[in-house]
Nanobody, 128 residues
Framework: VQLQASGGGLVQAGGSLRLSCAAS?????????????MGWFRQAPGKEREFVAA???????YYADSVKGRFTISRDSAKNTVYLQMNTLKPEDTAVYYC??????????????????WGQGTLVTVSS
């Protein structure tokens, strides 16, 4: 399984970005994205990786409190791609954003160690 994240960049506070994460590999091709839970995490300089949003294996969308109402995670199973639409960005959203895939459920989706596959990360910088 390979995950390719893209869409990061420099944006002013209040602006928007959409991150994409394209999944490939035999498992995704044979069984589809629906067999995995998908998540987005971020890591700011000097901080630990933190949960941002996820679609667990059982479905539904879930968010960290810090992004709720501003970010939207979605999945296009036909394209094996998961998106993170980020609106009303704040300087504190500045981080490297990572997508991840794994057999995660509600109780494990916020734990990075629950994910088996990771993308390379894409940098989001929000200027004030």
């Amino acid at each position: 399984v390979q995950l390719q994240a893209s869409g990061g960049g420099l944006v002013q506070a209040g602006g928007s970005l959409r991150l994409s994460c394209a999944a490939s590999g035999r498992t995704f091709s044979s069984y589809g994205m629906g067999t995995y839970g998908m998540g987005w995490f971020r890591q700011a300089p000097g901080k630990e990786r933190e949960f941002v949003a996820a679609i667990p294996w059982s479905g539904g969308t879930y968010y960290a409190d810090s992004v709720k109402g501003r970010f939207t995670i979605s999945r296009d199973s036909a394209k094996n791609t998961v998106y993170l639409q980020m609106n009303t960005l704040k300087p504190e959203d500045t981080a490297v954003y990572y997508c991840a895939a794994g057999r995660v459920v509600l109780t494990t989706m916020q734990d990075p160690s629950s994910y088996a596959y990771w993308g390379q990360g894409t940098l989001v910088t929000v200027s004030s």
